[in-house]
């Protein structure tokens, strides 16, 4: 059969199937006219190639067994991929959870409002770092290559704010980047230096957008501290924060955060940090 006719027949294109020919693969038989007649045994290998290549096999690997006098070299072949395909899933599964955590994380901030104040168990300690140098040494030690599945923006708002009078004045913030402890824990690392904890425990959580993650008016936090002060509860900590959302209008960027600090500590974990 003719090229066409065999890509036709295994929907795999015309090109790919002359590069496994020349590379030895496939053996169909040069007419007079220098065109390739392909037989059923090529459509076997073909086949047989692509089943291998499914499996993850490279080109290589399944070019050096079909050369190979030993059939067991293809259980030690599949092995390797089985294994390979085991990694896959642990890190697919990972990232499943993390996504599950994001969508719980996504729904408490539209269920909470910029307006309302939500009183929450947090789940395990937040370490967030701040400042170029710490960040950098941080994400350095960390792995930044994989570790950015665990990381979230977090800003920075003193306790002293947070207690203090709410009054119309803006003030300076800081912008990080921050992780729970037991995401770090997971991974069997070193917590880097110079982290500011915000403590796990009972928190108080609002909304804020805003046009730049460097400065905020304090009325922006009426609502926490409003309930703060009515309820007789003194901040604990600094915010933390979760970048729920960025968003652009006729202006232009705007960040929607989760802010959030901690009211009461305590130990209750969470069946995300086991």
């Known amino acids: 059969m003719k090229i066409n006719e065999l890509a036709k027949m295994t ?77 896959q899933m642990e890190v697919l599964k990972e990232r499943q959870r993390f996504i599950r955590f994001e ?10 409002g910029e307006e309302s104040v939500q009183v929450l168990q947090s789940i395990d300690d937040k370490l967030d770092y701040y400042g170029e140098d710490v960040i950098m040494n941080a994400l350095q030690q960390l792995d930044a290559r994989s570790i950015y599945l665990t990381t979230t923006s977090c800003l920075r708002i003193g306790q002293d704010v947070l207690n203090g009078k709410i009054e119309d004045r803006e003030i300076a913030m800081e912008a990080g980047i921050g992780l729970y402890r037991f995401m770090i824990e997971r991974k069997h690392l070193t917590v880097p230096e110079h982290a500011v904890i915000v403590p796990n425990g009972i928190c108080l959580s609002q909304m804020v957008s805003l046009r730049n993650c460097e400065r905020i008016n304090i009325l922006q936090l009426a609502p926490m501290m409003t309930y703060a002060k009515k309820n007789h509860r003194t901040f604990l900590s600094d915010t933390t924060g979760y970048l729920a959302r960025i968003r652009h209008d006729e202006i232009g960027v705007i960040f929607d955060f989760r802010i959030r600090a901690c009211i009461e500590k305590n130990h209750i974990s969470d069946a995300e940090t086991k």
């Open 103 to 112: 969508k719980r994380h996504v729904k408490e901030s539209i269920e909470t």
């Open 11 to 87: 929907q795999i294109n015309a090109e790919t199937i002359r590069m496994y020919r020349k590379m030895g693969f496939l053996h169909p038989e040069q007419q007079e006219n220098g065109y390739y007649d392909y037989s059923i045994a090529d459509f076997s290998s073909l086949v047989y190639l692509r089943k291998m290549r499914e499996y993850g096999m490279s080109l290589t690997d399944i070019s050096n067994y079909e050369n190979s006098a030993r059939p067991t070299d293809l259980i030690q072949m599949l092995e390797k991929e089985e294994k390979t395909i085991r990694k």
